[in-house]
T-cell receptor, first 114, second 115 residues
Framework: SAVISQKPSRDICQRGTSLTIQCQVD?????MFWYRQQPGQSLTLIAT?????????ESGFVIDKFPISRPNLTFSTLTVSNMSPEDSSIYLC???????????FGPGTRLTVL | AQKVTQAQTEISVVEKEDVTLDCVYE???????LFWYKQPPSGELVFLIR??????QNEISGRYSWNFQKSTSSFNFTITASQVVDSAVYFCALSEDAGTYKYIFGTGTRLKVLA
């Protein structure tokens, strides 16, 4: 499985500000995913990040709020814009082994918005 | 539409007891994949198993075993002789469309193993 790192691991932010989360993989991957896990809840897919094309967002998530970059096959960023306390969550990136349809997750970024 | 149901919100067992975590899924596809992940208190999601819809054989890995039954749309997970380190939230997930590789996660079951 790939080794995935995320920065920052946690942050506390003020309402109205933005935070960019980085996801780095130790090997080239075609597809990367960003998930949100609200406190005590399950994981919800935000978007699929593909290199060389715009991210594909799930229902309820928009690019203005969660812009995503995918400059190469080992790196992606997710920005949480104009944050409110409702954005307090763990944000996780994942990559997929296409041969087996197995996703592996990064350690997550724990975000608290005051 | 696809859906994953984990009806057990929280389970507490005493160390060395066996415990089964239930997972029921809904899908209209004939080809799909089922997964189990473990999320310990540290927050990282750990991949445990993948099962495709054409393979109904049960699997055993050490103290872990999985029972896949298409007839009841269930993919249950049993931990034998539970240990304190098994305490975590366990998620079942379904991937229906191989083209998009999207996962639908259940709501998770929090397992507490008491010493």
């Amino acid at each position: 499985s790939a080794v995935i790192s995320q920065k920052p691991s946690r942050d506390i932010c003020q309402r109205g500000t933005s935070l960019t989360i980085q996801c780095q993989v130790d090997s080239q991957v075609t597809m990367m995913f960003w998930y949100r896990q609200q406190p005590g809840q399950s994981l919800t897919l935000i978007a699929t990040a593909n290199q060389g094309s715009e991210a594909t967002y799930e229902s309820g998530f928009v690019i203005d709020k969660f812009p995503i970059s995918r400059p190469n096959l080992t790196f992606s960023t997710l920005t949480v814009s104009n944050m409110s306390p409702e954005d307090s969550s763990i944000y996780l990136c994942s990559v997929i082994n296409l041969s087996y349809n197995e996703q592996f997750f990064g350690p997550g970024t724990r975000l608290t918005v005051l | 539409a696809q859906k994953v149901t984990q009806a057990q919100t929280e389970i507490s067992v005493v160390e060395k007891e066996d415990v089964t975590l239930d997972c029921v899924y809904e899908t209209r596809d004939t080809t799909y994949y089922l997964f189990w992940y473990k999320q310990p208190p540290s927050g990282e999601l750990v991949f445990l198993i993948r099962r495709n819809s054409f393979d109904e054989q049960n699997e055993i890995s050490g103290r872990y075993s999985w029972n896949f039954q298409k007839s009841t749309s269930s993919f249950n997970f049993t931990i034998t002789a539970s240990q304190v380190v098994d305490s975590a939230v366990y998620f079942c997930a379904l991937s229906e469309d191989a083209g998009t590789y999207k996962y639908i996660f259940g709501t998770g079951t929090r397992l507490k193993v008491l010493a």
